[in-house]
């Protein structure tokens, strides 16, 4: 998928990444929003009524060729939220390792 010619012309790593391109290729905010919600879903490209309204979308075909290869797509908030997370978790490995050894090894497993 990354080396497709779609996906090089328009590189989309999150939902708002369809989004933006949208936008930019003239769509107006409120249908691309529900066709980025569409795409983060993975219900753009399938069948149905979101599948129709997609592909009738004024856009380049790459981004609807794009679009095809993703089943779930992150919203880049939780990129975000992830990141900082293990950010956290490092610095306090780093900066207290016995407490933190301390508190990973107390914890229950969940199920």
């Given amino acids: 998928m990354l080396e497709s010619q779609a996906f090089q012309k328009y590189p989309c790593f999150a939902r708002e ?3 933006d391109w949208m936008l930019e290729a003239g769509v107006d905010r409120q249908t691309a ?3 980025s919600e569409e795409i ?3 219900r753009a490209c399938a069948g ?3 599948g129709e309204r997609f592909r009738a979308l004024p856009v ?5 060729e794009a679009a095809a290869n993703y089943r779930y797509i ?3 908030a939780h990129g975000v939220e992830y990141t900082l997370l293990y950010a956290r978790l490092a610095w306090y490995a780093k900066a207290d390792s016995r407490a933190f050894g301390k508190m ?3 914890q229950k497993a969940r199920p």
Avoid: M
């Avoid at 380049?60 to 609807?64: G, M, R, S």
């Fill in 104 to 106: 990973v090894r107390s």
């Fill in 60 to 64: 380049p075909e790459e981004i609807k």
């Fill in 74 to 76: 992150f919203p880049r």
């Fill in 48 to 50: 149905g009524s979101a």
């Fill in 17 to 19: 990444d369809f989004f």
């Fill in 40 to 42: 983060w879903k993975g």
């Fill in 33 to 35: 929003f529900e066709a």
